[in-house]
Structures are given as C-alpha cells and as structure tokens.
C-alpha cells in the first residue's frame, strides 16, 4: 500500500462543509467520486481540518492509501478531470514511512490531520455601508465602521494558551477546549480588512465565534479588555454570535520537514 498526499483548492460557496453527508453534497463526496471513477475503485480519504458550509480552502491536505502506481502529474490531471470548477487538486506526494516517528503523534506513518504541526486561516472582511455584489461569497461583510486599532489590541489577549470555551460551538466534539494561538494579525487594505490566525489546532466554529467578537470590539459594542473576560469566564452565551462563513479560508497546514510536502508558498490570497 501507498499513502498518497494532496493539496486541495476549493471554493466552498456550492457545498455543504467538507465532511461526507447523504446529499452527496460536500467537498469529500465529491473529490471521493473523482478517486472512485480514476481508480476503479472506492478510496476513503482523510483531511487535516473539516471546513464548514461556505467556507473555502486556499491549501487542505489529504491523505488516502492505494495499491496502484501512478505518477505524481497522473494524480493531479486525472482527479481534475473528474473535479468541478470549484474544487482542484494543486500537487500531490508519495509519503514513505519515517525513519523516526512524528514528533505529534509518535507514528511513523503520515497522517494528513494527526501529523499537522500548526494550521493558519484567514478571514476577508469588507467594511464598508453597502455591501458589494462583486465580493459576494468570498467575504465577510459589516456595514458599521470599524476601528482596526481596537481589534488589534483586542487580538493580543488570544495570543497563548488559552480554554477557548467561550469561542467553540456548542456541537464541537474536540476532547479539550485548550488550544494554543500563535498569531492573530490583521491588515486593511482599503475596504477590506484580511485576519490571520495561526494556532496548533483550532475548535469548531472558533475562527468565525473570535472574529465575530473583535468586530464587536472594532464597532465599539465591547472594549478590547473584554476578549480577556471571555477567555476567563469560559461561556459561550457572554461572547458574539457566530460571523457568517462567506469569508473564511484554511489557508495553510503545517508539517515536520521530514514529509517533504510540496506544499505551496502561503500567501494571504492569491489576489492579495
């Protein structure tokens, strides 16, 4: 057997979240059909990160096992050609087992999400009174002006080791709410305001529930000192609603140099 491992492109807009669901309508239904027709066969895949309905993905990895032999471009053009336009195979790897196991989850086997190390997502906001057509489904979109400097030092309090109780939904199934957040930067350019968050791992909803409240914080509805209190109070109902999917990307995954991913250069989006 051989593991396989792919970057995968996607707009989000046309499907219901990653994960497999009866409708068939999701990113894993799909890119299963493409393996399934180019293989003769049924291939299970695995990813590093589920997305969401709406949300995009600018690089997510996946891993399947196989017993057939093809060249790494054969992969690409032939899943593609059995890929909708929203969804694209960028490159694919051949994974060896290690020489010593990974320093996450001890295996000396490739896993697409128990070997990541760290995972970054972006979110697009346009901020501005009338939200725009052109942009629709690929940003988020709050009509109030926003203050960037207050939600950057609101952003610091994320920054750590932290239960993010209070930024996980209610359906989340993660065993432990502690996550580690590396970096929350934020950018305007013009109109649009881009987030990166890098942390070890993140819980559901969590990405969407944080920019939800430092939007909270840029319109002047909470102070920057109140994302502390969230972190501390650990209560769902204290924080923002959930902010709407539209401009949430998984922008990169990370992993031990030993896998030898040819894994693209992460830039916020190509556009940007």
């Avoid at 894993?28 to 393996?35: I, N, P, V």
């Avoid at 939007?215 to 920057?224: C, D, H, L, P, R």
Wanted: charged letters at 20%; aromatic letters at 10%; one cysteine or more.
């Amino acid at each position: 057997m051989k593991r396989i491992v792919l970057g995968v492109q996607y707009d989000g807009t046309p499907w219901q979240g990653w994960q497999t669901q009866p409708s068939g309508q999701t990113v894993q239904d799909k890119l299963e059909f493409a393996l399934a027709k180019f293989t003769q066969g049924k291939v299970p895949t695995i990813c590093a990160g589920r997305t969401d309905a709406g949300v995009h993905a600018l690089e997510q990895v996946v891993h399947f096992d196989t017993e057939l032999t093809r060249s790494l471009s054969s992969w690409v053009r032939g899943l593609n050609a059995f890929l909708p336009p929203s969804i694209a195979v960028r490159w694919a790897s051949e994974v060896p087992h290690a020489e010593v196991p990974d320093h996450v989850d001890g295996n000396l086997q490739f896993h697409a999400r128990f070997s990541a190390t760290a995972r970054t997502y972006h979110y697009l906001l346009y901020n501005h009174p009338v939200r725009s057509p052109i942009l629709a489904n690929k940003v988020g979109w709050a009509f109030r002006p926003l203050d960037v400097e207050r939600m950057r030092e609101a952003a610091h309090y994320f920054i750590g080791t932290h239960d993010f109780s209070a930024f996980r939904a209610i359906e989340c199934q993660a065993a432990s709410p502690i996550r580690t957040m590396h970096e929350v930067k934020i950018e305007q350019h013009g109109s649009l305001i881009v987030f990166t968050l890098r942390a070890n791992a993140f819980l559901h909803h969590m990405v969407r529930n944080m920019i939800g409240a430092l939007i909270f914080v840029g319109n002047g509805k909470e102070s920057a000192a109140w994302i502390a209190e969230l972190l501390v109070q650990q209560d769902r109902s204290l924080a923002a609603p959930t902010f709407m999917p539209d401009g949430l990307y998984l922008g990169k995954v990370e992993y031990d140099k030993k896998w030898n991913l040819p894994q693209e250069e992460s830039s916020v989006l190509p556009w940007l």
